[in-house]
Every structure is written in structure tokens, then in C-alpha cells.
Antibody, heavy 120, light 107 residues
Framework: EVQLVESGGGLIQPGGSLRLSCAASGITVSSTYMSWVRQAPGKGLEWVSV???????HYADSVKGRFTISRDNSKNTLYLQMNSLRAEDTAVYFCARSGDGNNFDQFDSWGQGTLVTVSS | EIVLTQSPDFQSVAPKEKVTITCRAS??????LHWYQQKPGQSPKLLIK???QSFAGVPSRFRGSGSGTDFTLTINSLEAEDAATYYCHQSVGLPRTFGQGTKVEIK
């Protein structure tokens, strides 16, 4: 069974940095396609970033240059380094595995999410 | 960017009735359209992949159809546990995008 557990969220001031973690079990993060998807309070879903198993990364324009997706194979954990945070980055951040691990299509496994609040 | 537009935004339906949600893409996406259910305080759950393929464990009352630019999620014989917000999602272009969501309330 796939389990994804996010952590690292919290209250941070505008301009600050935060690193989110997504600890995986039941899958090998380095062998799959992993994304971050966020949801602002009361709003819909927004894809943020993906890390392919081959190492390629992509980002939404809204976070490009500020956020970095990475993984630690030894810890089987996905990360999202978030710098220069803005109020509009306030959201619950979910990590998700896609395409049964074989492609970047449907998001078939999701974590429970971690809340990031950017406010002074 | 591929824009997905769902309709309606909100639907109030009695138990055992049928629910139909549509998702229109701003360009042809073939069958690369997926549907999710999200209940309050929970993460989204995959219901349908590639427009019409049911995901493992999803009740048979959830059906997807469509291709190209027009897609439909149908919930046959609505149950109380189906109260949720439903999202479509496309996996053709970057960025990946979602519809704005359709909230289904049980009358």
C-alpha cells in the first residue's frame, strides 16, 4: 500500500523560506513520478511541480525560480524547498504519485497535506 | 495553458438521483482527462483515469465518458457518502491543470 506523509508546513513571514517533506512508503520515490499540488483555503487544486524518475523537473510559472523540488533516495523522501514566500503561496500542499509510477498522468496516490501560511 | 471549465459549480441532488458534471477543455486533449473526488478536510481521491477507466476500488456508480474537448462524470444513484467536490484534471500539457471544481450536495 502506498503511503505519503507530508510535513514541514507552518506559519512563515513573507519573504521567508520553508522546506516541505513527503516521506513515502510502499513505493520508491526515485523510481516514480512525484508532484506537489496545492490548495489555497476554500479554493481549487493547483499543480506546483513534478520530479520525474529520470530527474527532470517542471514548475508552475507562479513558483518558477522560487521553489525547488528534489528527493533523497536514501530516505525515500520528496522535498519542496520554498523561498521568497508570498501571501498567495498560502495553501495546503499535497504530494502525489502519478501514473502508477510510470508516467506523469493521473495522480493516483496522495498524502494528507501540510498547511503553509504566509503572513506577517 | 490548457483551461478546464467545469459545470455546474454547484449541484444539490436527492439521494438515488443521477448527477452529471461536465468538463470542457480549451483544446483537444484526447482522453488525457482524469476525475477526482475531494471531501472536506481530506486529500483528493482518483475516481476515473483516461476519461473512462475506473480506478481500482471505485464504486461502479461513478462513470466517465468523453474525448477531445468535452468530458462527463456521471454518478448514478447518488449516495449520501458522495457529497464532495469533484475535479477534472488534464495530463497533456504543461502546466498540468484542474477544473475549478463542482460541489455536490445531498438534498
Amino acid at each position: 500500500e502506498v503511503q505519503l506523509v507530508e510535513s514541514g508546513g507552518g506559519l512563515i513571514q513573507p519573504g521567508g523560506s520553508l522546506r516541505l517533506s513527503c516521506a513515502a512508503s510502499g513505493i520508491t520515490v526515485s523510481s516514480t513520478y512525484m508532484s506537489w499540488v496545492r490548495q489555497a483555503p476554500g479554493k481549487g487544486l493547483e499543480w506546483v511541480s513534478v520530479l520525474y524518475r529520470g530527474g527532470t523537473t517542471h514548475y508552475a510559472d507562479s513558483v518558477k525560480g522560487r521553489f525547488t523540488i528534489s528527493r533523497d533516495n536514501s530516505k525515500n523522501t520528496l522535498y519542496l524547498q520554498m523561498n521568497s514566500l508570498r501571501a498567495e503561496d498560502t495553501a495546503v500542499y499535497f504530494c502525489a504519485r502519478s501514473g502508477d509510477g510510470n508516467n506523469f498522468d493521473q495522480f493516483d496516490s496522495w498524502g494528507q497535506g501540510t498547511l503553509v501560511t504566509v503572513s506577517s | 495553458e490548457i483551461v478546464l471549465t467545469q459545470s455546474p459549480d454547484f449541484q444539490s441532488v436527492a439521494p438515488k438521483e443521477k448527477v452529471t458534471i461536465t468538463c470542457r477543455a480549451s483544446q483537444n486533449i484526447g482522453n488525457s482527462l482524469h476525475w477526482y473526488q475531494q471531501k472536506p478536510g481530506q486529500s483528493p481521491k482518483l475516481l476515473i483515469k483516461y476519461a473512462s477507466q475506473s480506478f481500482a476500488g471505485v464504486p461502479s456508480r461513478f462513470r466517465g465518458s468523453g474525448s477531445g474537448t468535452d468530458f462527463t462524470l456521471t454518478i448514478n444513484s447518488l449516495e449520501a457518502e458522495d457529497a464532495a467536490t469533484y475535479y477534472c484534471h488534464q495530463s497533456v500539457g504543461l502546466p498540468r491543470t484542474f477544473g475549478q471544481g463542482t460541489k455536490v450536495e445531498i438534498k
